[in-house]
């Protein structure tokens, strides 16, 4: 156990790293910041100034290393846009993104595993066909759509709940409903093919030779064994709403990371990239991790590896 | 009255490429505190025979009979839920595979305590009683360790036991065993071969065991029902059947075997191969099954039906020729 969390702990660093190699890079070849910086009517001596300041001028391991150093020291470095540090901002915006993220995927989840379970039990049923063509529904359907749906009829129709401008619970409901239809599918059919394998089984024919009934054995015997992929599918769409929520939080004007990406990348805010796509690789690492650790619980044969 | 009677009994299984008629009009009894051994080829239809005892084909098989009787009830008038009490309380199984027939996420404790909370009561402290002592019964030491451990903890043989166990949670009257010793090596094998059988004395209860192992039968039955290609072609006493089958296929089957004199407990046996294939079980089978490989095979076999009737000291034999004991020994 413990040799195991060591090595996923260097692991993570070790991908941490390749990632903020990458993501400098990238931002490095995408286009030259001193003159994006500068304005379009700015002389060539200021965008040369601005080369200097920054450091600009000088090959890029060595910026790299730089920034490396500084990373390494907790000093991300500042906004050009808001001239706060980095890191604070960061700070500001990554709560309601991770709790947008945690509600989304936790509605996808609760939806997604009695779906998944109905469909799976009877395959080829009516129960399985709705299902999954609900699944093929959320698949298909863009967010911004399901926005707009859950807007007009939640928010302007039925005014059960605020539209924008909050960060609380019940401003979150209408955004995290979006993102939670949006990832439902992928766990919907993640279940249902479990399920459908599980029931299958010899331990489940076991089950019910022993005359234990349905409940019993959907839950009991079946749902724990189908539920190792969900939890790492489910990790992985966790991640992947965690930087991709930018529509999301646009429509519903919240002020999450993924709106402070956005922002960062149509103002040539390249600290404030490079630190989000940071922040959010690390969340990502560490969803993984998490989920490595919930299967271990689940599946005590996952312990011996 | 036989603690199970079953007559009649056809099974179908669909197929992508159409209706296989797996079980075709078997007849069979088992009596309280009797063994009833089931032997014959893979894919003869012995499985699919002992999960329609308890309605747990699989969804692709049908089944029909004209009585399926536990206790004098015909078990295929029960509703569901007399059903699901039915097995496991009247009716206990063993499955073949120990190392997939157990839940790997569950312990070995919840799945024991739980066919006793199911049917016998909902106190939890007995549950647990009563796992430890049937843990022990079944032969496995420190039983009240085992109860916290997962299913990849146990070696195969240990498994099977629990599996045995488990069976026997809810006192059963009668038990179907699957091939429950063919995943095992042979000195575990003979262990639980003996183990089954003294518990089965003991309780008095009826055992159908299915096995490819005629050591196996000499050993333990007291009858044997030999099934080929989805029909019973001879029952008797195992004894009669070992020492004089009637049938050819079972002639067949025994000379096979290195030796004729019955072989001692858990020394392992198999079925050898005789040559020829076995029918599809696809359409009507004209005549006798057995006539593509039948060494004493005659015109009328493959145009005339088959009676089941009794042959000498065999209760019955699906033979033309059964009663002409000589033809045997001229062939
Ligand atoms: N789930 C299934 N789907 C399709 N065919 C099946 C299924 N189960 C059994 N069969 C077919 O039915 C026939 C009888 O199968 P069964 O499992 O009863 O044989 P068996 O005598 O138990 O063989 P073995 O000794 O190998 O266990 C076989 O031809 C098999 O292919
Ligand atoms: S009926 Fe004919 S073919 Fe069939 S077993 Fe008897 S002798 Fe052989
Ligand atoms: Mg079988």
Known sequence: MKNFLIRRVLMALMVLLTISFISFVMLKVSGDLAISLAGENAGADYVDFLRKTYGWDRPLYIQYGDWLWNALHGNLGASFYYGKQVMALVAERMPVTLKLGALATGLAIAAAIPMGMAAGIRPGSLVDRIVLFIALLGGATPIFWTSFLLILVLGLNLRWLPITGGTDMQHLIMPALALSFYSMPAIIRIVRSGMVDVMASDYIRTARAKGLRGPAIYFRHALRNTLVPVVAVASVQFGFLLGGSVVVENIFAINGIGYLTWEAINQNDYPVVQASVLTVSAAYVVLTLFADLVNRAIDPRIRLE | ?331
């Open chain 2, 1 to 331: 009255m036989a603690l199970l009677e079953i007559s009649d009994l056809n099974i179908e299984v669909v197929t992508g490429s159409g209706v296989l008629h797996a079980v075709r009009g078997i007849d069979l009894a088992v009596n309280a505190g009797e063994t009833l051994c089931i032997v014959g080829e893979s894919g003869c239809g012995k499985s699919l025979m002992a999960l329609s005892i308890t309605g747990l084909l699989p969804p692709v098989a049908r089944c029909s009979a004209t009585r399926l009787a536990f206790e004098g009830h015909d078990i295929q008038h029960l509703s569901r839920r007399e059903l699901e009490d039915l097995r496991g309380k009247g009716i206990g199984f063993i499955f073949q595979d120990p190392m997939t027939g157990l839940n790997p996420t569950m312990t070995i404790g919840r799945q024991l305590m739980e066919v006793h909370l199911r049917h016998v009561g909902r106190d939890r402290e007995a549950a647990k009683t009563a796992a430890v002592s049937f843990l022990t019964r079944v032969g496995i030491a420190n039983a009240a360790t085992r109860l916290r451990q997962y299913p990849h903890e146990l070696s195969g043989g240990l498994r099977q036991r629990v599996m045995i166990a488990m069976a026997l949670m809810a006192h059963p009257r009668l038990i179907i065993a699957d091939e429950p010793t063919t995943a095992l090596d042979v000195t575990i094998q003979a262990q639980v071969l003996s183990l089954l059988k003294s518990l089965q004395r003991e309780h008095g209860i009826g055992l159908v065991f299915i096995t490819h192992d005629l050591g196996v039968v000499a050993a333990i039955a007291d009858r044997v029902a030999v099934m080929y290609a989805g029909e019973v072609v001879e029952t008797g006493d195992a004894r009669d059947v070992l020492a004089d089958p009637r049938h050819p296929y079972t002639r067949a089957l025994i000379s096979c075997v290195p030796s004729t004199t019955p072989s001692p407990a858990g020394v392992s046996v198999e079925l050898g191969t005789i040559p020829g294939r076995v029918p599809l079980l696809h359409g009507r089978i004209e005549g006798c099954a057995f006539a593509p490989r039948c060494a004493l095979v005659r015109d009328r076999c493959s145009t005339e039906t088959v009676p089941a009737r009794p042959a000498g000291a065999v209760e019955i034999c699906r033979c033309l020729f059964a009663i002409e004991k000589r033809e045997f020994f001229h062939a």
